[in-house]
């Protein structure tokens, strides 16, 4: 089943590239750039890998990305990611970046910039993936923050397809961001926004809603409000799903738990995605491998499943 699943043809609409730093890399990039770790090698790093929600995640997620200084570094980050893709038949991909967490650190914004879209401009070429990148605002600092990222994006607003808003989801609302993305919208951009991960249904109709967005990241909590079920069913509003982060993040306490198939047997247009494969144990074919190992997802299910993910593209 993992080599029939591994074939078929699929896009990625939800991946952090700096959630697919895998420890090797971020040991060799900490060696090149002489930076001194807190772990005395890869399998201490990967033992600190158990989280008990989100926020235990992202601190050592943001630790992860120090690493992370130079145009090259964004670039092997990058590359490193595409050839997953191609090693998984992921034949498109949106990947989200977050800019506030290097900008913060000192590190200009179009160097972060030029080394990933480089390496994705060289993934169409080289091995025939698509891709739309999306700029995601990190919702634990302000509206006027984002705002000054906003505009030191703009001079490279053709790179960008979208701009999405991650980090911790309780306690900032879509709402608090709905200003800069109507700014955005005026820009011609698409919006997207995690939701309903950890956060209550209400953070999704606000996504819809002020934010406008056309995806929604994770929504896993979407089913615990029948009316919000019915719209995204109703509108086939796509949902990015990901399996193995949110039994990590213990979103559902076991995969035997997650409600992906429910949905996808109710109508709606879900999707597999593996959000930071290098922190929750897999890419994209192995969050679909465990559909089918915890909850019996047959190939034709998967099969409906890679097709909305083709048919999400934003591009
Ligand atoms: N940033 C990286 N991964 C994330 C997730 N699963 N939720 C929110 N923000 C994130
Ligand atoms: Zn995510």
Redesign the pocket.
């Known amino acids: 089943m993992y080599d029939w699943l591994n074939a078929l043809p699929k896009a990625e609409l939800h991946l952090?590239l700096?959630?697919s730093l895998e420890p090797e890399l971020l040991f060799a990039l900490a060696e090149r750039n002489k930076i001194a770790l807190p772990w005395n090698d890869v399998e201490a790093l990967r033992s600190a890998y158990a989280f008990n929600n989100?926020q235990e995640?992202?601190d050592l997620?943001y630790a992860g990305a120090d690493v992370l200084r130079t145009e090259q570094d964004f670039y092997d980050l990058t590359w490193a990611y595409l050839l997953k893709c191609k090693a998984q038949n992921v034949i498109h991909t949106e990947p989200f970046f977050?800019p506030q967490t290097h900008t913060d650190r000192g590190i200009p914004f179009e160097v972060v910039l030029r080394g990933i879209k480089q390496a994705l401009v060289d993934g169409e070429k080289q091995l025939g993936i698509s891709h739309g990148l999306i700029l995601s605002f990190l919702r634990h600092l302000s509206e006027e923050e984002a705002f000054k990222t906003f505009e030191q994006a703009m001079p490279f607003r053709d790179a960008f397809i979208a701009v999405g808003l991650?980090?911790?989801?309780m306690g900032h609302p879509p709402r608090k961001f709905q200003r800069v993305f109507d700014k955005a919208r005026s820009e011609g951009l698409l919006t997207v926004a995690?939701a309903g991960?950890e956060g209550p249904p209400e953070y999704i109709w606000e996504a819809l809603d002020l934010l406008k967005i056309k995806r929604i990241d994770?929504g896993v909590r979407a089913i615990e409000d029948e009316r919000l079920m019915q719209r995204i069913i109703d509108e086939q509003i796509p949902l990015t799903v990901?399996p193995l982060?949110n039994t990590k993040?213990c979103v559902f306490d076991d995969m035997r738990q997650h409600n992906i198939l429910q949905m996808l047997e109710r109508g709606v247009k879900v999707t597999v995605n593996s959000?930071?494969p290098a922190y929750f144990g897999g890419y994209v074919t192995e969050n679909f491998a465990a559909l089918h190992e915890s909850l019996g997802m047959t190939k034709e299910q998967a099969q409906r499943l890679a097709q909305n993910s083709l048919d999400a593209r934003l591009v």
Do not use: I, N, P
Request: aromatic letters at 10%.
């Open positions: 952090h700096e959630g989100l995640f992202l997620y977050d991650d980090s911790s989801e995690h991960e994770h990901c982060s993040l959000d930071d």
